[in-house]
Each structure stands twice: as structure tokens, then as C-alpha cells.
């Protein structure tokens, strides 16, 4: 979607932008989107009006307002002052919400990037809807670490608290439908070559290679959006990393790395693995909060940010107790910082057997 | 579609790409869709091998050489030396195929943004195919004409050597499916509007006009890619522009308005003015094309520009022997200058009855 007329960046963000990353933010029709995401709804309106008592009378900085929705809850929850921080346009929306439903004592709305706000005092409390596909992408958590460094005072509380980023082995139907649009893309670029040569004049064969890995990138090693079932999870699911946003710095999500294992549940063909991830409104150490909320997007749970799918090409044939061990890597893509990029080593062992089949490496990037 | 991994922009592109304009360029996938234009690619061939005496012993500037096409042309035509200027990653796929079609020894690739290149030497002919939807779109006419004022000799041609910027009032079947699409969105906004409400204890109507604002924007004010058939045009096609690329500066295209005049052929609801470019290859005064050619992108003509579609909302009854006349003007955005603006200034008369209807003021961006 083009960017909506009135969105103008602030700025110092049109740096960090280079993915255009703010626009689509700045249309009603993609916070819409995220309104409409019961899930997601569900969880941030519990977390905040059913732990009330942490709100009450606290001062809240809310990261990346949108529509403005969080502040909204906070302030309905007996907030005294929330900072409701917006970089686009669509700060012009959430002050006109917060006006409409009465909060406007209450919910201050900063038009700009959080990065480069004054607030007049430091908070409570921080309130995030911060989380992108793989929990990571975007990087919008450098914004809101940023935000606790500078503007949470001492021993405040994080909502969410803590963040989990997890993965399982899949028999998944994407493998084949995407496998079958490779093998027409390479077989379309052969039609095409002999049209170059003989319609044109131009041999254009020592580019099929360079075409077919081009494609394999696309399509093979490019983590898919994709709502799973369970049914398609054929092993234990393992834990790629946990977060405490109350501690955790941007160095350490920027790039890390875990070993993992999975035992298999199935007779199955493996031909991907699946990426998810729960956030948890614990509160904080000093005060927690009285009804702990999760935010899951696990399989099935139908948010919209669904799930991840990486497939592995050839696939493994797995048997029920056969071990996968090996090690994931995440890190953000060198061009755009937004984006990732996921390895993971694999090995694939048996009982009575050993180790059965190399071990593989498989790189997917997350665009 | 994703930047593949190999793309890195060259230093100072990056502040005029602020679309990433450059990264579909660096696909073979995206350049393929360009060169299975059978339209383009017969008008380009004939330009350059039935004109091959215009190329013999030339210089020769290809600009934005993408996949190296032209720049083997020119050098199958008889060109003593061909520099291919391309920004992307694709520069080298460009040399592959120069090497692979033996025309190492004429053709010279260099990466690189076109306004940053230094060439050995004056230029004979600059060849290039920088034209964007609605002929404007992109403003790589700017990296064309800078080359042009920078490496062409005096009296040097320019291949293609004119352009035509045209429209035509339409009958299009895209009005009803557009406007349905908008009705859906705006009663979708409403279930949304009481959900918020009932569900979620915030009221969003005071965003109900907004929202409705916004999707008419992108689905009734923006130019929609259409291919038109001959039939939905439904009176005279006229110029909105003609330039000399021998002489049109970027001041000339960068905004413009010209005068226009259209009789309606048919009884008919017009609902759409549609928009398309030709271009000429005629070679210099000093040296005319003895074939030249036209590019056409005109209704029926099948090329991947395809047309473009400007809805109007609410359309306007007219009667054969109706007259339109108005005002077109065309001008960058301010945020995007690859992107445009159409503005259509417009008045209705009939024979013996003069003006129906009041003058009409539509505007469109083209994204
Ligand atoms: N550094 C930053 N400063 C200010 N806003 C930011 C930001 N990074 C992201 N955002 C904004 O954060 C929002 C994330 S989407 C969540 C919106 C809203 N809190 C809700 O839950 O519905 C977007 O509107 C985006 O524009
Ligand atoms: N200022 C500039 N400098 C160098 N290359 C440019 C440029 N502006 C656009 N380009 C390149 O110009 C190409 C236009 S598409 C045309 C490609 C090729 N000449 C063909 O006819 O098939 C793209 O590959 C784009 O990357």
C-alpha cells in the first residue's frame, strides 16, 4: 500500500527507514488490521484492565501508540499520566480517539520517534505492542529498550515481561506447493532462454544457474508466513531463546545463538521446521502483576502474526524417537537490520543406529 | 519480493531511493518480466539492428543496462564501443552475458549509479529504457537526461528519441469493481466500529470518516494497471505531453499541465480516463533512423506497462458529440519524487445546451 498523504517522518527516523518500515503504519487500514487480531486484543486489554491495581495512579509510557489503544486501557485502568508515543501520523488518530473516549487528562500523544522524544518526567511503567513476525523482525524492541534505558525508573515494570521464541519439526503442506513453483519457475526459464536465442539473438544459458538459486532463495529459503495446524508439529517443540525485557539489552537480541534438541512423535517426512513465539505480562519483581496474562501465537492460536515456516529441502525421513540436535542462529540481515536471518545446524540420530544421514546446514532469511 | 543477498547500493544512490527503488531491478526474475515483453523487446531490436548503420563505429551509453540487452544490440548492430551503466548487482549478470555472446571486446559493464560514473570519453548515442508507468513514473528520465547533458557529443542521438504522453475517456469495468470494494470496506469498518465498542470498551466512530477518506484515496484516487480493451475507450484520445528527449530538460517533466479537448464517440456512463505513453525511435536531425520505429503501450497493445486507470467518482452521463475539455496537470510527489501526481481539471457540454454539470477538479496519485 503507498504511503498515505499526510504521513511525513520525523526527522532521524528516515535513516532507521530504510525498509519503509514506518509507512503502512500510518494507514487506519493496517492498525485495523492489528484491532482486529483477538489474540492479540485479548491479551494487552487483561494484561492491562485486569491487573489494574499495577496501573493505578502510575505514570506509563506507552512505545509505538498506533491508534493509540494501549494508553486508552492504561488510562481506563486508573493510570495518572501516559505518555503515548507515535512516529507517524497516525498519532493524529490516537489523540482524536483519546479524546473521544474521554482520557484526554490522562493520555498525552507525542507525535515522533521514540528515539528522539523529551518526556518531562521518567515512568512507572512501559506498556509495547512490540513484537514482529519470529518475535524479532522489525527490531522495534531496540526502540523500546532504548525507551527503558532512558525513561523507566528504577525497578519499573515491563508489559510484556518476558518473551519466548520457539521452533518444532513439521510435516508441513507448504513444502510441496512451494517445491512445485520452483520447479515451474526453472522450467519457465527454459522456455524463456530458447525464446532469447532464437527470437533475440541472445544466449542467455550461463544465467540459469544464477536464475534457479536466485529462485531457491525465494522460495526454498525464505521463511514463509503460514497459519499451522498442530497436526502438522511432529516433534517436541524446544526453546530458541527467552527474554526478561526487564534486563535484556539489544546486543543480545541483535544476534545470538542456541543448541537445541527435539524428539520425533511421528513416523513423518520432516520438510520444515515451524517459528513462534509467547510473550508473558508477568509485571515486575517488586510488584507483579495479580493475573499473569500469555500472549501466544502458537499453532492453531490464530493471530496475525501466525507462524513462521522454514522449510528444509530434500527433507528427512524421521522415525518415532529419533533425535534432531544442532544449534540455531538468529541475527539481523546486514542490509536492512529489520530483517533476519536464521541458520540452522542439524544433525539427525537414531537409537541402535547412530547418526544417520550429514549434518546440515540450512540458511532462511526472514523478509 | 525481497532484495536477493548479493545487493549492495552503491554509495549516494541510497539518498534517491528512498522507494527502494533499485531492488527489484537486482532480480534476474524482475529483469525476465522485462525482457519476455514481446512489444518492448521487438521495438528495441528493430530500433537498434535495422538501424545498424546509426550504431557502426559509434560510442554508445546504455542507461541502466539491466540484464546488458541493449548494450549487445548495439553491439551486433556495429558499435565500436558500448559503456552499459547499470546500479545494481545485475551489472554482473550483464558481463556474464556480454562474455557469453562474445562482445567482450565492445562492450564495456559498469556498476554504478549513472550519475556517478566518469567515462573515458564523449558518447555518439545513449540507449535506454527508462520509461515508467504513465511514461513518468519512476524519474529515471532524470538519470537519462543528466547522462545526456553530461556524456552526449553535441548533435549526438538519443534512442528512443521521443515520447508521447496520451489519455482517453473510458467506460471501464473496473469503476464497479473498485467501488464495490470500497462499499465493503466501509461496512466492514462498522462491524469493526462495534466490536471496539462492545468488546473492547473503546469507541473508534470519530474515525469512521477518516477511515472511509483513506480507502477512497487508494482504491478510487489512485491509477490503477489495467489492460484496457479498445471498446472501454469512449471518445478522442488527447496529448497530455510530447517531448524531444534531444532537448527536454528534468524542469520540463518534473511538472506540467497542458490544455485538452476530447469528443465522446458513444452514449456511454464515463467512469475512467485512461492513460498510456508511445515512444519514437526516429535517430538525430543529423543522423535520421532510415527504419524508424514506435513503441506503443496503447489500449489492446499487450506490453508489461500495461495502462493506467483514473476512476471517476461519481462518473458523468455523456452523449456522442459531448465535448470535455480541461486541464491535465502532472507533477512529482513531494515525498517520493519517483511517484506521481494527475490532476484533472474538467467541463461537460453538449451542442445546444453548453455546460452540463459543474467543472469537476479529480485527483490521483500514481504509487
Ligand atoms: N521508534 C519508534 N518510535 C515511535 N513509534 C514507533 C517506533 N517504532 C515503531 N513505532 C510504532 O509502533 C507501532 C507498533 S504497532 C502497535 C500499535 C498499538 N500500540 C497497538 O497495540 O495497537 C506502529 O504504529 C509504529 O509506527
Ligand atoms: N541512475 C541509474 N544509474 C544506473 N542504473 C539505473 C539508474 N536508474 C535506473 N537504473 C537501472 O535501469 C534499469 C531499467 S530497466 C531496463 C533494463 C535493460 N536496459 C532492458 O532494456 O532490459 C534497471 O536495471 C535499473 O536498475
Known sequence: MPPPSGIELQPGAQGLDFANYFVSYGYLYHQKDMLQDRGRMTAYRNAILQNASCFEGKVVLDVGAGSGVLSIWAAMAGAKRVYAVEATSMAQHARRLVQQNGVQDVVVVLEGYMEAQELPEKVDLIVSEWMGYFLLREAMYDS???ARDKWLKPGGAMYPS?????????????????????????????????WMLDG????????????????????????????????????????????????????????????????????????????????????????????????TTAPESATHWAQQVFLVH????????????????????????RLLWVQLTLTHSRAGVGQVGPERTLNFRID
Open 144 to 146: 523500546v529498550l532504548a
Open 162 to 194: 518476558h518473551a519466548f521464541l520457539r521452533m518444532a519439526p513439521l510435516c508441513s503442506a507448504l513444502y510441496g506447493s512451494r517445491l512445485a513453483e520452483f520447479d515451474e519457475e526453472v522450467s519457465q526459464w527454459g522456455e524463456f532462454s530458447s
Open 200 to 295: 533475440n539473438g541472445i544466449n542467455v544459458n550461463g544465467l540459469t544457474g544464477f536464475f534457479a538459486r536466485e529462485q531457491q532463495e525465494y522460495l526454498l529459503q525464505s521463511a514463509q508466513w503460514c497459519q499451522l495446524r498442530q497436526s502438522e508439529v511432529i516433534g517436541d517443540e524446544f526453546s530458541v531463546s527467552e527474554f526478561d525485557l526487564h534486563t535484556t539489552t539489544t546486543k543480545e537480541l541483535a544476534s545470538f545463538s542456541t543448541s537445541f534438541r527435539s524428539v520425533i512423535s511421528e513416523d513423518a517426512l520432516l520438510n520444515a521446521f515451524g517459528g513462534w513465539f509467547d510473550t508473558d505480562f508477568n509485571g515486575s519483581a517488586a510488584e507483579p502483576a495479580p493475573k499473569p496474562v500469555t500472549l
Open 314 to 337: 530434500p527433507p528427512l525421513l524421521v522415525e518415532v524417537g529419533d533425535t534432531l540436535e544442532g544449534i540455531v542462529k538468529v541475527a539481523r540481515q546486514k542490509l536492512n537490520h
